[in-house]
């Protein structure tokens, strides 16, 4: 058994959930809060951070340097658990999915390149439901599979015409699409085809060939400013402006009710997003952002030149990603609090906060969507996992000196407050 030891000396402590006295010039800046409650009140984690040790203890690991295994995985870009925790994971590279049981042995392995039905040629991210089934988002399509691997169906996806998926989509319970952005010749489109104004949009594909509709409008950037996108680019290629750092990103992830957590500003905001689109409630604490200085912007060059431009292929084309020089990346004058968001299987949400350097890797804190604080997991304590699974599994995408990929999963057993 191992343990994720947190630091000490934190009293322990319950943050109550309160109704939150905002300025309205904070929610002008910071976007909508809402008026209906999250449990009693509005959300709200008073008071200092109730420091967790995490007890884990390991179940398996998968991943081979040798070229004949079955797990010598070329990369690893997605995984996820499935209700009778197996593991599903997806080599976009290699173009299949490996499905592995609660031992680490495989069970089947799914799909491989090419064009026809249970084949890939672009795939991106792998949504696993409960009952095991697949949706593979791809850069050209969309493939659902039953549960067991059986090929059910393809969505043909067009540039021109229903657009292309951020790789970050995810599903909803009912199996419909849920992103953050929809693009289209590098513009944001809506359900009706043009381009909308005022706030970023949270998007929901119905998969019944209807048109993409959107759900919600979060806080929209500030107009001044850098915040990258495409400048242009040669055949293979796709050129991307530097940007502007830290700029509050657009996170949401699904509950199991369908509902979504939604962080989108600067403040430690996150807001839940009923099934109509509308704010249910907010969970806030109050911790303010850092100003950005010289030590923070140093360390975020250095980490957009450690950055590695993305390759893809399409249609049989390879696609390269280049980027501007790290001379053009601009910054914003604050770090957002939120760097990161996850929900586990329970439904619990994981906030990571940004570090001492604007990383995100600070502190996380754990809270259930009814404004519960449970407690935070120091910055050198667990992290969270590239996937949530059933009785406490976790799993961890690692890469070792060879830059070989392994899935790690652990099982969580415990969260000990220190004291």
Not at 206 to 226: I, K, M, N, S, V
Request: proline letters at 7%; one cysteine or more; glycine letters at 14%.
């Amino acid at each position: 058994m191992t343990n994720s030891t947190g630091i000490g000396g934190a009293a322990a402590m319950r943050a109550q959930v309160l109704l939150p006295l905002v300025p309205l010039a904070l929610l002008a800046a910071c976007g909508e809060a809402g008026n209906a409650p999250v449990g009693d009140a509005a959300g709200g984690l008073e008071g200092p951070d109730r420091v967790l040790n995490a007890v884990t203890e390991d179940v398996f690991s998968v991943g081979s340097i040798s070229g004949g295994d079955w797990d010598a995985f070329s990369s690893v870009n997605s995984v996820a658990f499935d209700g009778e925790s197996n593991l599903h994971i997806l080599d976009a590279v290699a173009k299949r999915i490996h499905a592995v049981g609660p031992d680490g042995s495989l069970l089947r392995t799914v799909g491989g390149p090419g064009e026809g039905p249970g084949e890939f040629s672009d795939p991106m991210t792998l949504e696993v439901a409960r009952d095991g089934g697949y949706t593979v988002i791809g850069i050209t399509a969309i493939d659902l599979f039953e549960p067991g691997g059986a090929f059910d169906r393809r969505i043909s996806m067009d540039p021109m015409t229903t657009g292309i998926l951020n790789p970050l989509a995810r599903t909803l319970p009912d199996g419909r699409i849920v992103a953050a952005s929809v693009m289209r010749f590098g513009r944001i489109v809506s359900g009706d085809g043009e381009a909308e104004e005022g706030g970023r949009p949270i998007e929901i594909f119905p998969l019944d060939g209807g048109d993409f509709q959107r759900h919600y409008t979060a806080w929209e950037l500030p107009e001044d400013g850098d915040h990258g996108g495409v400048e242009g680019g040669g055949p293979g290629v796709i050129r991307l402006s530097a940007g502007r750092a830290f700029e509050p990103g657009l996170r949401f992830r699904v509950l199991t009710d369908g509902r979504l957590a939604v962080t989108d500003s600067i403040g430690y905001r996150v807001k839940l997003i009923g099934l109509d689109g509308s704010v249910t409630g907010t969970i806030e604490r109050p911790i303010a952002p850092l100003m950005v200085n010289d030590a923070i912007m140093e360390a975020e060059r250095e980490r957009y030149r450690n950055s590695n431009p993305q390759v893809f292929s399409s249609g049989g084309r390879r696609m390269e990603v280049e980027r501007e020089d790290v001379e053009g990346r601009t910054f914003a004058e604050e770090v957002p609090v939120i760097g990161g968001l996850a929900v586990d299987w329970e439904d619990r949400i994981w906030v990571t906060r940004t570090g001492l350097v604007g990383a995100n890797d600070g502190p996380i804190d754990i809270v259930t969507p009814e404004g519960d604080y449970i407690g935070t997991l120091p910055p050198d304590g667990l992290r969270t996992p590239a996937a949530f699974g059933p009785d406490g599994l976790m799993a961890f995408i690692d890469r070792d000196e060879f830059d070989v990929p392994t899935v790690r999963v652990v099982r969580l057993v415990a969260l000990e407050p220190v004291e």
